[in-house]
């Protein structure tokens, strides 16, 4: 009901405003976590500082936004604020597993208790699932757990889109968010043509098409299989085959390779075809808001957008380096001694980011994230026109990196 949302949310925000129990010292950044200028890399130099996993703690927070995390968690919102309020008042009610911790509850070992115990214990298996995620992206500068909980956060502030919010159900905005942190999983650092021209053991499995996409939630469900990381144990059997397709669908859709057909599907959506069913409309949707955020760096502030192009600018060149040491031709952007940077930009948001972002905005019937592009474009613009190049370091230095890499083949310097 309205009402125990409402309660649930206001004492969770209470809670998060005192310091999460694990999320401690997280609350600065985490304040920020549903605007568009996210800044993903304070929150994981916070995350390490208290021994935390930002991307459980983002996937917390966006999870109680949302009203979803009780949906994964098997109860409805009536049952667990009974539960919560007879174990220890309504002041201390909350959804967040981070604040929704069996420990907090051993000491109340109680009949009226124990429904809250067994909420708690459930909270512990999402909150360890997305540790379990964040922890098996690899250590590349762009696709690392940063890009998996940026791409996180930034479906959740779309989700908060008036015509997405009536459009979809529950079950479309909880597939869309998982889909988002898991979309880069166990990245290998190289391009599907990499994987593809080597013969490697990922191009065999998955018959060439779509290889790390198949790979990654292929990976992210194998996840699953372990008892305490089986992040659908308490959904219903049915939701669960929903919610598995519907991921399916959502990562493998994150190919650039196939950006037309989904670009063609959602201007479709756009045009309100009649032909298409309510679940397509939303499906065809789903797939654009995850695409536009996956590439959506140059959206974000400058200084971010800075950041990921120099991560990724470093991990083309890594590829690069590989190519030449196999004695491979050096595919396009991936070689360290010529490369002009602004014009890659410019090429990635003219060819890559803007044939998705423009139906996403026609869709939304907003142009706050066109113009925010069009703001870094005119940025790109200006340094082409520089009579020199500076080496792409020079624009922001590559921090620690994190976790995977990117996926299919780009259209400029840009990542997905």
Not at 390 to 403: C, K, L
Request: proline residues 4%.
């Amino acid at each position: 009901s309205l009402g125990a949302r409402s309660a649930l949310s206001g004492s969770h925000d209470k809670l998060v405003k005192a310091g999460m129990r694990r999320g401690s010292g997280l609350t600065s950044e985490m304040a920020n976590v549903n605007e568009w200028g996210f800044d993903v890399f304070k929150c994981e130099e916070q995350a390490a500082l208290h021994d935390s996993c930002a991307m459980a703690v983002v996937a917390d927070e966006v999870l109680r936004v949302h009203h979803l995390l009780l949906l994964l968690l098997g109860v409805d919102m009536t049952e667990a604020t009974d539960a919560h309020n007879k174990s220890f008042g309504s002041s201390v009610v909350s959804p967040g597993f981070n604040t929704i911790d069996s420990r907090s509850t051993a000491a109340h070992d109680t009949p009226s208790a124990r429904p809250a115990r067994r909420l708690g214990a459930r909270a512990n298996v999402v909150s360890s699932y997305f540790t379990a995620v964040s922890a098996g992206y690899r250590d590349n500068p762009y696709h690392n757990r940063y890009h998996g909980t940026d791409v996180l956060q930034s479906c959740s502030v779309m989700l908060h889109q008036d015509k997405l919010a009536r459009l979809l159900e529950p079950e479309h905005k909880l597939a869309l968010l998982i889909a988002a942190a898991v979309h880069d999983f166990k990245h290998p650092g190289v391009s599907n043509k990499f994987l593809t021209t080597t013969g490697s053991d990922e191009a065999i499995t998955w018959n060439d098409m779509s290889v790390l996409e198949n790979m990654h939630v292929s990976e992210a469900f194998r996840l699953m299989r372990t008892e305490e990381l089986d992040l659908f144990a308490f959904v219903e059997r049915d939701t669960r085959l929903l919610l598995r397709k519907l991921i399916i669908e959502l990562v493998l859709a994150t190919d650039l390779a196939l950006s037309f057909k989904y670009v063609s599907n959602m201007k479709h959506a756009t045009d309100q075809d009649p032909g298409l069913e309510k679940e397509d409309t939303a499906t065809a949707v789903m797939c654009m808001v995850l695409k536009c955020c996956d590439v959506g760096h140059p959206s974000k502030p400058l200084p971010l957008h800075l950041q990921w192009t120099t991560r990724i600018t470093e991990e083309f060149f890594k590829q690069g380096d590989r190519e030449r040491e196999l004695g491979l031709a050096v595919s396009p952007l991936c070689d360290r001694g010529d490369v002009n940077l602004p014009k890659a930009q410019l090429g990635f948001i003219d060819f890559v980011v803007l044939p998705q972002y423009r139906p996403m905005a026609a869709f939304l019937e907003t142009d706050e994230f066109l113009r925010r592009v069009a703001d870094n474009r005119a940025y790109w613009e200006a340094e082409a026109k520089k009579p020199t190049q500076s080496p792409p370091t020079t624009y922001v230095a590559v921090g620690a990196a994190g976790g995977a890499a990117g996926g299919g083949a780009g259209g400029g310097a840009g990542g997905g």
